[in-house]
């Protein structure tokens, strides 16, 4: 059972094309946001042009709305795409969160490609 296939409307700010904004259940952070397909997408890949457009779209009205009503200055908007990326529900969500210095903390990795050798390398799949 998917808890976000199983919303309740009492959550939910506003709906459209498909997808929902809404108030995280579990919030990091006061104001803490997600916008969420209707329909059960685990994959990021898996959303139409649409509905990527209207994430966007959604996503621009939140941050607007909570810069507004909140007085956040900055924001942060995750996206976790993939079993192994860290995300606790397979339904696909972007996080909506307010950034304030000391809300999370790096723990950078040991870098194994230079930024030219990866661009040497992704760069034929861009202009294909």
């Given at each position: 059972k998917c808890v976000f296939c199983d919303l309740k409307d009492k959550y939910i700010l506003c709906e459209e094309?498909?997808?929902?904004?809404?108030v995280n259940l579990f919030p990091y952070i006061d104001g803490h946001?997600?916008?969420i397909p209707?329909?059960?997408v685990e994959n990021f890949v898996d959303l139409t042009e649409d509905e990527v457009k209207t994430w966007f779209k959604l996503a621009r009205k939140s941050v607007e709305i909570l810069r507004r009503?909140?007085?956040?200055?900055?924001?942060?908007?995750l996206l976790r795409?993939?079993?192994n990326s860290g995300k606790t529900v397979k339904h696909l969500h972007w996080?909506?969160?307010p950034y304030f210095e000391g809300i999370v903390e790096w723990h950078y990795q040991k870098i194994s490609l230079s930024p030219l050798d990866l661009a040497v390398r992704l760069r034929p799949e861009?202009?294909?």
């Open positions: 094309n498909g997808l929902v904004v809404t946001l997600l916008v209707r329909r059960h009503k909140m007085k956040t200055q900055g924001f942060w908007l795409d993939g079993n996080q909506i969160m861009f202009n294909q």
